[in-house]
């Protein structure tokens, strides 16, 4: 950083040294400095469990487009599947020391789906997100996704050529669901309102049956109460029902 040189009261040839303003530092302390913490799937032996932000960030841009494409009516399903994305950019992530360079890449690592496999016989493999919590003091937490990375390295140690300075630039994004509105049923009352998902190019029942049941093999009753045939046909963009947990049929028996 370089300080400031002024002159002081007009006099030729008397200057002082301003003294910069110091970044704000992200602390040590949980909950204070901002962060990135793995979720789901958890940590593997070894493996970080979070990245600290050397310094807060500067700039945080959220935003969100309604999709268009896909979506060529007026109901309801029409409208879930425009829902889209809720994305979220960090401009400016400052690492720093020693572990600058293994920070980036656990960031990188966290960028590509991670492979999970189901069943009794864990024969059945799928990829899915890692999930993701950014934290920062008691304003912000979300549960995140990381769709990019970009590290910029702008300092090496001399003896070495380690990193111990780099500009990260990331772009998070989270997802959306909504709740069906109550369907009556003239004689019963009718069930209680059910949620719906769109599937992303990363997610498939077994994912989706894991996340909110808490275990794959409840893909059958999604696939019952959505009417669907062949789980492995399912595509992208498609508006999937969640029975609720408790619901009469359902077969889930509340969440595990």
């Given at each position: ?13 008397k200057?002082v040294r301003?003294t910069?303003t ?5 602390t040590?302390?949980p ?15 070894g493996?970080?469990?979070e ?13 969100h487009?309604l999709?268009?494409e ?6 309801f ?9 809720i994305e ?14 293994s920070?980036?890449?656990?960031l ?14 864990k ?9 993701l919590?950014?934290?920062w ?10 769709r ?14 380690m ?10 994004y ?6 069906m ?5 003239p ?5 209680p ?6 599937l992303?190019?990363s997610?498939?029942l077994?994912?989706l049956?894991?996340t909110n049941?808490?275990r ?14 062949d789980?492995?046909?399912?595509r992208?963009?498609t ?5 609720e947990?408790?619901d ?9």
């Amino acid at each position: 950083m370089t300080a400031d040189l002024s002159a002081v009261g007009g006099q030729a040839g008397k200057w002082v040294r301003a003294t910069p303003t110091p970044p704000k530092l992200a602390t040590g302390a949980p909950g204070i400095g901002a962060s990135l913490r793995k979720l789901e799937p958890p940590p593997r032996l070894g493996e970080p469990a979070e990245v600290k932000f050397a310094i807060n960030p500067e700039r945080i841009t959220v935003s969100h487009t309604l999709r268009t494409e896909g979506a060529t009516g007026t109901t309801f399903e029409d409208q879930i599947k425009s829902l889209g994305y809720i994305e979220i950019s960090i401009d400016r992530v400052l690492m720093l020391g020693a572990s600058t360079q293994s920070d980036c890449d656990t960031l990188i690592s966290w960028s590509a789906p991670s492979s999970v496999t189901i069943g009794v016989s864990k024969q059945q493999k799928y990829a899915r997100p890692v999930l993701l919590q950014f934290m920062w003091g008691t304003g912000l937490n979300w549960e995140v996704y990381l769709r990019q990375v970009t590290a910029n390295y702008l300092r090496f140690a001399d003896q070495t050529g380690m990193p111990i300075r780099a500009e990260v630039r990331l772009n998070l994004y989270r997802t959306l669901t909504t709740k069906m509105p109550p369907r009556q049923n003239p004689t019963s009352g009718g069930p209680p309102g059910r949620s719906a998902h769109v599937l992303d190019s990363s997610e498939c029942l077994a994912s989706l049956a894991e996340t909110n049941y808490g275990r794959p093999g409840a893909w059958r009753r999604i696939a019952q109460a959505n009417s669907i045939d062949d789980p492995l046909r399912v595509r992208p963009g498609t508006v999937v029902y969640l029975p609720e947990a408790g619901d009469p049929g359902s077969g889930l028996g509340g969440r595990p």
